[in-house]
């Protein structure tokens, strides 16, 4: 997947990509050993990842990396290529605030379901916490400060110049959030046979993706 981000962004973005993904992966292992005790001991703490979550979490971001690809390359729509990569940030801040919810909410008191509000025990798919929805906020918020810190190329892309930058900030954040929201609501749904938590992570990346641009346009983004 690295190497498929590389080549798709090229000279100009190829590095940006790939770097907010480990940075994904970072913040992702720190998630994950933060209360390791208390996990081991609700039986909550799962370490290893399988190629199925791989492609869950990674196949949004490596889309939208190919839709920068194939615009940037086109002559009919270069300067929409801007919002292919809002679209691929937005992808990687929902994944991130998933996680953080996920590994962050299990430490808090008991969940209440996100529909019925019912209380349900730790570790139920569409159980939500307090502590897990504000830690969802946090990782969307340092995806969006880490693309900013790392992706300098990004000012130079066509149709970017357009945007203010707060405005491109918030929506990230926000498009995460929802993604995460999202994620929680589908899980509601796996408990009753419909989906999994892989469908779950994959639908959540897209829909950070696909909110982004919207949020962006209804910020009044433009210069």
């Given at each position: 997947m690295a190497l498929a981000l590389l080549l798709l962004g090229g000279a100009g973005l190829g590095l940006f990509f790939v770097l907010l993904m480990?940075?994904?992966?970072?913040?992702?292992?720190?998630?994950?050993w933060t209360g390791i005790a208390r996990k081991k001991a609700l039986k909550l703490y799962q370490y290893d990842r399988g190629v199925s979550n791989v492609i869950a979490n990674g196949a949004c971001p490596i889309i939208m990396a190919a839709v920068f690809f194939f615009m940037e390359s086109s002559a009919v729509a270069p300067g929409l290529a801007f919002f292919a990569v809002l679209g691929f940030m937005g992808s990687v801040a929902a994944i991130t605030a998933d996680k953080f919810s996920s590994e962050l909410g299990v430490l808090d008191g008991m969940p209440r379901l996100i529909f019925t509000l019912r209380k349900v025990r730790r570790g139920v798919s569409g159980g939500v916490t307090s502590l897990g929805l504000g830690a969802g906020l946090l990782g969307s918020a340092l995806i969006a400060a880490g693309a900013f810190a790392v992706g300098g190329q990004l000012a130079s892309l066509e149709g970017a110049q357009a945007f203010n930058v707060v405005a491109v900030f918030i929506s990230i954040?926000?498009?995460g959030f929802v993604g995460t929201v999202v994620d929680s609501m589908l899980g509601y749904y796996e408990e009753r046979g419909l989906g999994n938590k892989f469908t779950s992570n994959f639908i959540c990346s897209l829909c950070g993706a696909a909110i982004s641009i919207p949020l962006l346009l209804a910020l009044g983004g433009m210069h």
């Amino acid at each position: 997947m690295a190497l498929a981000l590389l080549l798709l962004g090229g000279a100009g973005l190829g590095l940006f990509f790939v770097l907010l993904m480990v940075y994904f992966l970072a913040l992702s292992a720190i998630v994950t050993w933060t209360g390791i005790a208390r996990k081991k001991a609700l039986k909550l703490y799962q370490y290893d990842r399988g190629v199925s979550n791989v492609i869950a979490n990674g196949a949004c971001p490596i889309i939208m990396a190919a839709v920068f690809f194939f615009m940037e390359s086109s002559a009919v729509a270069p300067g929409l290529a801007f919002f292919a990569v809002l679209g691929f940030m937005g992808s990687v801040a929902a994944i991130t605030a998933d996680k953080f919810s996920s590994e962050l909410g299990v430490l808090d008191g008991m969940p209440r379901l996100i529909f019925t509000l019912r209380k349900v025990r730790r570790g139920v798919s569409g159980g939500v916490t307090s502590l897990g929805l504000g830690a969802g906020l946090l990782g969307s918020a340092l995806i969006a400060a880490g693309a900013f810190a790392v992706g300098g190329q990004l000012a130079s892309l066509e149709g970017a110049q357009a945007f203010n930058v707060v405005a491109v900030f918030i929506s990230i954040v926000i498009a995460g959030f929802v993604g995460t929201v999202v994620d929680s609501m589908l899980g509601y749904y796996e408990e009753r046979g419909l989906g999994n938590k892989f469908t779950s992570n994959f639908i959540c990346s897209l829909c950070g993706a696909a909110i982004s641009i919207p949020l962006l346009l209804a910020l009044g983004g433009m210069h």
